[in-house]
Structure formats: structure tokens, C-alpha cells
């Protein structure tokens, strides 16, 4: 079998009748996956993305792990309804719960998932101790106990949900006290027990970086896996010569199920750049999406 580094084109006929002018397709619960956005644009700048933000559903990381994995299965339909030619799960969650399934209902289709950056963290740290922030579902999920097995024998491991977190984020509520209290409660007693080494175990964290940073001090490093991610995506589309050839710049087509005017709005204060939001609607009772009029 082909490792997932090293695809093969005959692995993956969907994203190869796409083309390599198709968009490379983006999803979160929410504005989390903006972070890994950010990443893909910087590296691949002449890529179209298509980013779709499930907003109606925001979080997933307290949600069952069947039903994120029904939200996951009608998101890939739209996007490969839209011509995707490359799916970037920018969702801990999402990933914890259905990239697996994923790779086995849509076998043509390259993934790339979010996997928490335990293994560059226990081979960096210097105490032995690192954290991991994360959703409930994330740690829930089989991916993140393989990564702790495999990857961190001999480190200690300590573990926060920072419930409320996410919520905070996603009302653009990034300095509040409330923010900090959140995150001085999970982080303060990782401190005291000697962490040198936080792990972003949830796309929406990165935009909160600034004040995790002052919590834990100078001396604490804080991984954000969306560089990592970004690369991986760039190795596929060079692997399957998928790559936009065009010069010129790419762009960005901004979606969510939710309200579109309130992600409009989010755009400058997390990215930095103002752009249309367009809205899709779920079809619950046939677990899909579809645009919305007008």
C-alpha cells in the first residue's frame, strides 16, 4: 500500500478529474479552521480555497462522536459537489471522530486531518512534562490515545478541555476575562507541575496564542500544528501534481451554516481581511447541505 506522505494518482481518481484547478476544500465546526486557513494560504498562495465554517452546529468537541461524524460525511459531499480535489479537516474534533471513516467512503478524495502535535512536543521538551489542550471528543478519539502511545514513552502528559473556550473564540471574545480565566484554569496547574510545552489540541486555540503566552511565560513553547498541516496539503497536491499552476494569486470562498453576516464580521479581528460570507443550510433529515437562496 502507498503511504498517505506518498500518494498515487490511481489512489485517488476524485481529486485527479478535478484537476489541479480545482479548490481545495476546508472545513470546522466553526472559525477555528480560519487558523489553518491562514497556514494554507501562506504556503500555498496560489491555491482556491473553499472554506466552510458548520457554524449551525458549533462546538463539536462536546458532541456525540457518531453524530460529528454524520456532520463530517455531509460536509465532504458538498465540497465534492463543488469540485474539491483535496479535503483539509481543519477540525481536531471532526478529525477524531470521522477522518478514518472518511478515507474508507470516499477512497478517491485525499484527506488531510489535524492530529495533536504530542511527538514534536515530547521531542522538544526539557522537563519531561508537556501539556495538551483540547476538546472532549478529541480525547476521546482512538487518533489522540495512538498519538500519546506512540509518541510519548517516557513523557508525562496533562491533559485540559478548557470548557467554554471555544465559545468564547467564537464570539470574537479574545482577550476577555473571562478567556483568561478559562485558560489560567487549565493552564496554571499544568505550570506547577513543571509543563515547558503546550500542545493546540483545537483549531480555534491559535487565535488565543498572545494569551496563552503570558500565562505560561517566556520559558513555555506553544504549538500550533496548522504550519504542520499546511505542508502536509502542499505534499499531496506536489505528490499528485495537483498544485495550481496559474501565477497568479489564489482566493478564497468563505461559507458557513450558520449566520453569514456575523462570520463576515469575524474575518478582520481573526485574519486581518474583509471579504463576503455566503450561507448553506443543513437539510437535517437528509444529512446535507445545500446553498441558500439568493
Known sequence: MTAPNHPSPERYPLAMAAGAMAPVGVFDSG?????????????????????????????????PLAQVQGFAEGIVH????QGAKLVVVACNTASAAALQRMRLDFPGLPFVGMEPAV??????TRSGA???????ATFQGALYASVVERFAQGVRVLQHTCPGLVAQIEAGQLKAP??????????????????????????????????????????????DPAPAVARQAGRILDALALRNPHASAGSVTY????????????????????????????DEARGSLEPLAG
Open 31 to 63: 472559525v477555528g479552521g480560519l487558523s489553518v486557513l491562514r497556514a494554507l494560504r501562506q504556503l500555498l498562495p496560489n491555491e482556491k480555497l473553499l472554506f466552510l465554517a458548520d457554524q449551525a452546529h458549533v462546538p463539536y468537541g462536546s458532541r
Open 78 to 81: 458538498y465540497l465534492l459537489a
Open 119 to 124: 511527538k514534536p512536543a515530547a521531542e522538544t
Open 130 to 136: 508537556v501539556g495538551v489542550l483540547a476538546t472532549p
Open 178 to 223: 473571562e478567556t483568561r480565566r478559562i485558560l489560567e484554569d487549565a493552564l496554571l496547574p499544568m505550570l506547577a507541575e513543571g509543563i515547558d510545552t503546550v500542545v493546540l489540541g483545537c483549531t480555534h486555540y491559535p487565535f488565543v496564542i498572545p494569551l496563552i503566552e503570558q500565562i505560561a511565560g517566556p520559558g513555555v513553547r506553544v504549538i
Open 255 to 282: 461559507l458557513t451554516s450558520g449566520d453569514p453576516a456575523a462570520l463576515q464580521a469575524m474575518l478582520p479581528k481573526l485574519i486581518g481581511e474583509s471579504a463576503p460570507v455566503r450561507g448553506v443550510r443543513w
